[in-house]
């Protein structure tokens, strides 16, 4: 699995679950990586990343038996109005955390959930929720 195959793994599922899911009354503006976002001010909304870092040999072996695992943490931040409390906020943690959590797609595998540090600059609540995964590739 690429760069470009692991982007597309996570949007389409994200997306799929996030515009289905229930309640809908919670579902949100998204921003997706790569594309310019404003948080909209007086509304809630996500932002996710796809943060990738080191990577090593999982595997030695001739040609055609080398597997190479990446790290990465897929990262959501959950804007609300500022002022109006956390419930909207952990409300939309706990709508993410099931379409992550210990998924799987191909070589692809997410861990558990992680909550960060608030953000409450004006005029939003930011919750940042992030979930680290794991990319493998055989390479021949």
């Not at 309640?23 to 310019?36: H, I, K, Y």
Request: aromatic residues 8%; without cysteine; glycine residues 10%.
């Amino acid at each position: 699995m690429n760069l470009d195959q692991q982007r597309a793994a996570i949007e389409t599922r994200f997306m799929a679950q996030w515009m289905i899911g229930s309640p809908l009354a919670l579902r949100t503006p998204v921003g997706m990586p790569g594309f310019t976002f404003t948080p909209p001010v007086g509304a809630s909304s996500v932002r996710m990343s796809i943060l990738n870092g080191t990577s090593m040999n999982k595997s030695m072996g001739s040609p055609g038996s080398n597997i190479v695992r990446h790290a990465g943490v897929l990262m959501f931040q959950i804007f609300t109005p500022g002022g109006v409390g956390t419930k909207t906020a952990n409300d939309l943690a706990d709508l993410i955390e099931p379409i992550f959590i210990n998924w799987r797609s191909g070589g692809l595998l997410a861990r558990t959930m992680d909550k960060g540090a608030v953000d409450e600059t004006a005029p939003f609540y930011m919750l940042p929720v992030s979930f680290t995964f794991q990319r493998d590739n055989l390479n021949g």
